[in-house]
């Protein structure tokens, strides 16, 4: 079946330093690929989103491309913020028929002043 | 931005006891899901919901749950005889358009189901 495979957390970075939370995963067919948020005490939130294979996606200054030949969506900020400390789930959908998300575990991303 | 919501935050329930959990997905959107993330763990798919049936569901997904929509705006998840190990936070979302793999799901901020 469908999995997704997320690098463990926690990660501590200081505010301004470069951000990567590396992101695989094992699908049939061609997946559409995600990356949610969810900040404290709160729920989950599209971040970005690549449908096909060389897509980038991008919003608030983070970034994940498709690769399909390493099947991996790595997510990426080039100068992180103290407000970006949060959990953030890659997750797949689109294969096997339906809609439903397959999650990875999730990585804590801390950032400090 | 249109949201969606679930009621109640938090719900503490004796074992044995039935809980209905609400949520209301936004107003255009077709397709319903539920998911449960059980603490430390992660986001685990439930069931989805598309035209008054449901379309796809889960191992977890046993006799004991069931979903509806009883009018046109709410979409509940009832679970009839809590286990202990149903403690999870549960999470609804909805996405506009039906079936499309692409279309992003929109979560609500969850209930926290405590069994006592």
Known sequence: GDS???????VTLSEEAFLTINCTYTATGYPSLFWYVQ???EGLQ???KATKADDKGSNKGFEAT???ETTSFHLEKGSVQVSDSAVYFCALSGTGGGNKLTFGTGTQLKVEL | EPEVTQTPSHQVTQMGQEVILRCVPISNHLYFYWYRQIL??????????YNNEISEKSEIFDDQFS????????????IRSTKLEDSAMYFCASSERSGESNQPQHFGDGTRLSIL
Do not use: A, I
Not at chain 1, 4 to 10: I, K, L
Not at chain 2, 44 to 49: A, D
């Open chain 1, 66 to 68: 498709y690769r399909k």
């Open chain 2, 40 to 49: 430390g763990q992660k986001v685990e798919f439930l069931v989805s919901f």
């Open chain 2, 67 to 78: 979903v509806e929509r009883p009018d046109g705006s709410n979409f509940t998840l009832k």
């Open chain 1, 4 to 10: 997704v495979t997320q690098m463990e957390g926690p």
């Open chain 1, 46 to 48: 599209l971040l970005l």
């Open chain 1, 39 to 41: 900040y404290p005490g």
